[in-house]
């Protein structure tokens, strides 16, 4: 990747919005890209590496595996996030793993260089751990949700959360699209596939969802919001 392009790219990411030009360039030249294939296993339990990984292209599965073999999706990543085991930003694994959903490019910091680019800048440590704080309310929103909420409203709520997620790469287009498979929602709320199946389809009849191969278009955001608050029954 040219530097231009890298310039352009990490400009993009929300973490770094506020740097100039030029500190820009200077992180470009500290931030390896590395492209991997779908199903590469970035960090075990038993392969820690301290390493920030940004994620410029794909998608990315955070997970957590249980000793009897039981696997919880705890986030998946689009085009901007940032994740890795970082102790430095608080960031540990406790049986949590990260998958490549999809084929990924992505920028690489080792922990000398966060510490020192990352962590030294009071704006880009503000909306670092602005971010970290936000995915773990959402997990454990998406815990609680498990205990107390039916599939329907668990459903509604994880795709509208996944919509907001790629706000900023949806352009223009007037209905947000998540892609998600039918067995990725499954994992994300805790239910069976034909469970995600039968729900997406009823919502699909009441109009607030349409169904392509691995994607979800949110036709009615409002419809999908009263059905996380109970107030459609499916």
Sequence with gaps: MNEINKAKYLRSVDIFQDLTENEIHQLGQRAPMKRVPGGTIFYTQEQVTEVLFILKEGRVRLYHLEPGGRMLTLAILEEGSIFGEMTLVGQRLQNNFAEAITPCLLCLMSREDVKKFLLSDSRIAFRLMEKIGQRLVDTEQ??????????????ATQLIQLAEQRRNWLGRKSHPEVRCTHEELAHLVGVHRETVTKVLNDFRQQELIDLSRGRVVLLDVTGLNAARNEEIRS
């Design 142 to 155: 998406r815990l609680s949700d498990m205990a107390f909420k039916q599939a329907p409203e668990r459903i």
